[in-house]
């Protein structure tokens, strides 16, 4: 079956930075994702993974380790507005076609 | 408007009613999605697409039916609304291949079964 775990909240302070993790397992692993959501918005793409390794985009970064089965999403110099929820979502290819398997999400507080 | 919508945006319904929630993309992704998002669950697939008459249960189908006759159209049929199938309704497109290609998502649809 597919399981991912991400903690359930966080606080951080603005202009620090701050890394939330994901653990997922998963037999047709195809990528891993990254989504902010606002409470009450739809989510929003933040990155995605499927090497091994660090991708960069501006304040946010998010690694992967499929060995280990681990990402985390990295966010520095923190602004109130990233005060949002952040899904790990994978995309499994185990049943021959593409579907994403969310965790259930961190709540990121940031405060002034 | 290019993109993803769905409607209604709001719904309020009894029990045991039938309810049906649209949602139409006009990108022509060959994949889409229903998922329902609910407070310490997170967002839990439902149905999903890959394309024109083809759909897949995910996590949670029980209660629910879907059809896509056409690529752009993704409807979601509770057939007997529960109580438990209050929920904020979330559906989403992406393009067929694997590689980049993030997950769209709609506004929501913030359904209440009384």
């Known amino acids: ?112 | 408007d290019a993109g993803i919508t769905q409607s209604p945006r709001y719904k309020i319904t009894e029990t045991g009613r039938q309810v049906t929630l649209m949602c139409h993309q006009t990108w022509s992704h060959s994949y889409m999605f229903w998922y329902r998002q609910d407070l310490g669950h997170g967002l839990r697939l439902i149905y999903y697409s890959a394309a024109a008459d083809i759909t897949d249960k995910g996590e949670v189908p029980d209660g629910y039916v879907v059809s896509r006759s056409k690529t752009e159209n993704f409807p979601l049929t509770l057939e007997s609304a529960t109580r438990s199938q209050t929920s904020v309704y979330f559906c989403a497109s992406s393009e067929g291949s694997g590689g980049p290609h993030e997950q769209y998502f709609g506004p929501g649809t913030r359904l209440t079964v009384t």
């Open chain 1, 1 to 112: 079956g597919q399981n991912i775990d991400q903690p359930t909240e966080m606080t951080a302070t603005e202009g620090a930075i701050v890394q939330i993790n994901c653990t997922y397992q998963t037999s047709g692993f195809n990528g891993l994702f990254w989504y902010q959501q606002h409470a009450g918005e739809a989510p929003t793409f933040l990155s995605y993974n499927v090497l091994d390794g660090l991708e960069e985009k501006g304040r946010f970064s998010s690694f992967l380790s499929r060995s280990k089965g681990y990402s985390y999403l990295l966010l520095k110099e923190l602004q109130m507005k990233d005060s949002a929820s952040y899904l790990c979502a994978v995309r499994d290819i185990t049943s021959g076609t593409y579907k994403y398997i969310f965790g259930t999400g961190t709540r990121l507080k940031v405060l002034a």
